[in-house]
């Protein structure tokens, strides 16, 4: 079974409208962690937001937030007023167990910000 | 200095050729990793060192060799690779090493984007 569910293959937003991108995690782990990444088409892979699976606050960074969902194992990714330069791959991904940092990712959904 | 470096951004290699992927990093983290990355794909980890020891090794070919000279710096030696391994290589780094905070996010570099004739 797949530990990080991104089911959206592609999403289409226009400028200044909000956009939430899904995913879903699947994990026995009492501790936790989600992260959402950005990657852009140059390659690099931007860190953009974590949540704690303790945390009881939604995180948020700027115009990204997380929409945390514990019982429905969902951790989805709200931009608010999308911009042209959000144009990119957005991967979820989680690290389990208190400490380890090693990550898995999602499949990603491509974001495609319109004027 | 919140950045990871990787040289070159750019490599092409015959099957026969020896080359090396560097990557560095002076945020004092104590661990790092190799990623590599097909297209349309999420990245696939490699090998992660932790106090610049090899702590994880993804069942990597041996054709990929990992180096960890010092804390700053991590090295991926190839040599006698497949067109098949033509992808985009990230190296990524992490405070506290491997069993540290649990807060621990994944700084990445920009990538090496390597082609293998």
């Known amino acids: 079974a797949q530990k990080i569910t991104q089911t959206q293959p592609g999403m289409f937003v226009q400028e200044k409208e909000a956009v939430t991108l899904d995913c879903t995690y699947d994990?026995?782990?009492?501790?936790?962690?989600l992260f959402w990444y950005k990657q852009p088409s140059s390659g690099e892979m931007i860190f953009l937001i974590y949540?704690?699976?303790?945390?009881?606050q939604n995180a948020t960074e700027g115009r990204y937030s997380l929409n945390f969902q514990k019982a429905r194992k969902s951790a989805n990714l709200v931009i608010s007023a999308s911009q042209l330069g959000d144009s990119a791959m957005y991967f979820c991904?989680?690290?389990?167990?208190?400490?380890?940092?090693?990550?898995?990712f999602g499949k990603g959904t491509m974001l495609l910000v319109s004027p | 200095d919140t950045e990871v470096t990787q040289t070159p951004k750019h490599l092409v290699m015959g099957m026969t050729n020896k080359k090396s992927l560097k990557c560095e990093q002076h945020?004092?983290?104590?661990?790092m990793y190799w990623y590599k990355q097909k297209a349309k794909k999420p990245p696939e980890l490699m090998f992660v060192?932790?106090?610049?020891?090899?702590?994880i090794n993804e069942s990597v070919p041996s054709r990929f060799s990992p180096e960890c000279p010092n804390s700053s710096l991590l090295n991926l030696h190839l040599h006698a690779l497949q067109p098949e391994d033509s992808a985009l290589y990230l190296c990524?780094?992490?405070?506290?090493?491997?069993?540290?905070?649990?807060?621990?996010?994944?700084?990445f570099g920009p990538g090496t984007r390597l082609t293998v004739l």
């Open positions: 990524a780094s992490s405070r506290g090493g491997l069993a540290g905070l649990s807060y621990n996010e994944q700084f």
């Open positions: 994990t026995s782990d009492q501790s936790y962690g």
């Open positions: 949540q704690g699976s303790y945390d009881e």
């Open positions: 991904a989680m690290r389990e167990g208190r400490g380890y940092s090693t990550l898995t």
């Open positions: 945020m004092g983290h104590r661990a």
């Open positions: 060192y932790s106090y610049e020891k090899l702590s």
